[in-house]
């Protein structure tokens, strides 16, 4: 009994402590850092880009975004100072859109 309170206790504390340093919805401590301006929130494509499933180069590319799309700024990223990613939304109508459609995901700047 002993040893399924202490995995429990570990199991719930990893859970609780774990999720801070991860990019989906963690903190960031440098995040003011950025330099971004901070009323920014939406942005439209001058160049075709990769619309990936987490901040990283070796991420599943999810699909590639046209010129003149319109995304809305979700948080920004910065995994270096020469690699720094922005979570974005697709512009989308969530009644005629089809449920499955790809929505979200990371583009690098």
Do not use: Y
């Amino acid at each position: 009994m002993i040893n399924n309170l202490l995995k429990n206790f570990c199991l719930i504390t990893f859970a609780l402590i774990a999720p801070i340093t991860l990019p989906a919805g963690g903190i960031q401590k440098t995040l003011n850092q950025n330099k971004f301006p901070t009323n920014t929130k939406e942005i439209i494509l001058t160049t075709n880009t990769s619309l990936f499933s987490f901040p990283e180069i070796d991420a599943e590319e999810l699909l590639v975004l046209d010129v003149g799309s319109n995304l809305s700024v979700l948080r920004h990223w910065k995994v270096s100072e020469s690699e720094i990613w922005i979570r974005v939304e697709l512009a989308s109508n969530k009644i005629l859109d089809d449920p499955n459609k790809i929505t979200k995901g990371w583009i690098k700047i």
